[in-house]
Antibody
Framework: EVQLVETGGGLVQPGKSLKLTCATS????????MDWVRQSPEKQLEWVAQ??????????YYAESVKGRFTISRDDSKSSVYLQMNSLKEEDTAIYYC???????WGQGVMVTVSS | DIVMTQGVLPNPVPSGESASITCRSSKSLVYKDGKTYLNWFLQRPGQSPQLLTYWMSTRASGVSDRFSGSGSGTYFTLKISRVRAEDAGVYYC?????????FGGGTKLELK
């Protein structure tokens, strides 16, 4: 059974940092391109970042809204993908989903609230 | 960025009828390999999005054949035949032709 479990969300003040973790199982993680997608309180879906696999040199891509503030990374030995979020803004408030294998696999999501 | 624009459904849809959801892209989603890089998702209330179709018309694993995707390079349709209660939710299209990947605003399907 495929599982993706996100952790690390919570309430954080503007300008602070947070790191999300997505632990996976049930598929060949090392071959998978992994993405983070977020959903705003208004329910709009926004793609955040992608990291490709080793054969593609772990290339990374970002939405313009997070470029320079967020970093996606992975650890194939742990079948996990991460999202380091720095300089958080109130508009980063959303449910963050980990997704993989061409958006076929999704986690349950983790809430990130940025507020003073 | 490629802008994805979704249509509105005349809700509610009677159970057993068909429903067609439309999506338009600001740029062709056809890649040089001939494939059209358009995904459809369904998000049921309280759940994560679920991939329905990719490459415009290929159903994801386990997805009912009542769902069928079609279209051209910039105009797409997801048809749901014999609508059932479990089909209720918000449908999103997404382009994966270019970075950044972009989603449509969603189309809500309610059943009568």
């Amino acid at each position: 059974e495929v599982q993706l479990v996100e952790t690390g969300g919570g309430l954080v003040q503007p300008g602070k940092s947070l790191k999300l973790t997505c632990a996976t199982s049930g598929f060949t993680f090392s071959n998978a391109w992994m993405d983070w997608v977020r959903q705003s309180p208004e329910k709009q879906l926004e793609w955040v970042a992608q990291i490709k696999d080793k054969s593609n040199n772990y290339a990374t891509y970002y939405a313009e809204s997070v470029k320079g503030r967020f970093t996606i990374s992975r650890d194939d030995s742990k079948s996990s993908v991460y999202l380091q979020m720095n300089s958080l803004k109130e508009e980063d408030t959303a449910i963050y989903y980990c997704t993989g294998w061409g958006f076929d696999y999704w986690g349950q999501g983790v809430m990130v609230t940025v507020s003073s | 960025d490629i802008v994805m624009t979704q249509g509105v459904l005349p809700n509610p849809v009677p159970s057993g009828e068909s429903a067609s959801i439309t999506c338009r892209s600001s740029k062709s989603l056809v890649y040089k390999d001939g494939k059209t890089y358009l995904n459809w998702f369904l998000q049921r209330p309280g759940q994560s999005p679920q991939l329905l179709t990719y490459w415009m018309s290929t159903r994801a694993s386990g997805v009912s054949d009542r769902f069928s995707g079609s279209g051209s390079g910039t105009y797409f349709t997801l048809k749901i035949s014999r609508v059932r209660a479990e089909d209720a939710g918000v449908y999103y299209c997404q382009q994966v032709r270019e970075y950044p990947r972009t989603f449509g605003g969603g189309t809500k399907l309610e059943l009568k």
